[in-house]
């Protein structure tokens, strides 16, 4: 059986990671401090410490975890296209997800730490759907399938840049695919 304390442990660790993912989203993640952290999470600014590291350990952490849970549900099927970016219609790109990952990104170009962190999810997830058209006998795979991720990102970029733009990307990259099969 597990200790109480063990399990309220657990709790504040949890506590402090969605206080920082909200912070991230409202704040930028250069504007996020410890005392503000704290205090969302409703803790003493020594207990982010005892916990994380350091404030850059938990935002990584914080912002790595809720990156990989929204893609870790994007799972191409039978039209990898549909199956890829039918979920991006639920980003406004002024969304919490949207300003998250915009976030991150951003942080990851002075942060090397970070930087490695998203290279490598965003590398799983490209070999996975490069695996997924080796299946279906798409030429040249590992290429189609950067094309691809480079789109979703783009295209989430773009959406926050400008929201009424919703140019649907899904003919061409359609033709990409389809185009490129054996």
Same mark, same amino acid.
């Given at each position: 059986?597990?200790?109480?304390?063990?399990?309220?442990?657990r709790?504040?660790?949890?506590?402090?990671?969605?206080?920082?993912?909200?912070?991230?989203?409202?704040?930028?993640w250069?504007?996020?401090? #410890?005392?503000? *952290?704290?205090?969302?999470?409703?803790?003493?600014?020594?207990?982010?410490?005892?916990? +994380?590291?350091?404030?850059?350990?938990?935002?990584?952490?914080?912002?790595?975890?809720?990156?990989?849970?929204?893609?870790?549900?994007?799972?191409?099927?039978?039209?990898?296209?549909?199956?890829?970016?039918?979920?991006?219609?639920?980003?406004?790109?002024?969304?919490?997800?949207?300003?998250? +990952?915009?976030?991150?990104?951003?942080?990851? #170009?002075?942060?090397?730490?970070?930087?490695?962190?998203?290279?490598? *999810?965003?590398t799983?997830?490209?070999?996975?759907? /490069?695996?997924?058209?080796?299946?279906?006998?798409?030429?040249?795979?590992?290429?189609?399938?950067a094309?691809?991720? /480079?789109?979703?990102?783009?295209?989430? *970029?773009?959406? /926050?840049?400008?929201p009424?733009?919703?140019?649907?990307?899904?003919?061409?990259?359609?033709?990409?695919?389809?185009?490129?099969?054996?």
């Open positions: 059986m597990e200790s109480s304390m063990a399990a309220r442990g709790d504040v660790r949890q506590r402090l990671i969605t206080a920082a993912i909200e912070l991230i989203v409202e704040k930028g250069s504007a996020v401090s #410890t005392r503000m *952290l704290a205090e969302r999470a409703g803790v003493a600014s020594g207990v982010v410490h005892y916990h +994380f590291a350091s404030l850059r350990a938990l935002l990584t952490e914080a912002a790595i975890g809720a990156i990989r849970a929204a893609v870790a549900g994007i799972e191409p099927r039978q039209d990898v296209i549909a199956d890829l970016f039918d979920p991006l219609d639920a980003y406004s790109g002024g969304d919490p997800t949207s300003l998250l +990952f915009i976030e991150t990104y951003l942080a990851a #170009t002075r942060d090397e730490e970070l930087r490695s962190a998203i290279s490598a *999810l965003v799983e997830f490209q070999q996975r759907l /490069a695996e997924w058209l080796a299946d279906q006998a798409v030429v040249a795979p590992q290429e189609t399938a094309v691809i991720v /480079a789109a979703i990102d783009g295209l989430m *970029l773009h959406r /926050a840049l400008n009424a733009a919703r140019t649907d990307l899904r003919p061409v990259l359609r033709r990409l695919v389809e185009g490129g099969a054996r």
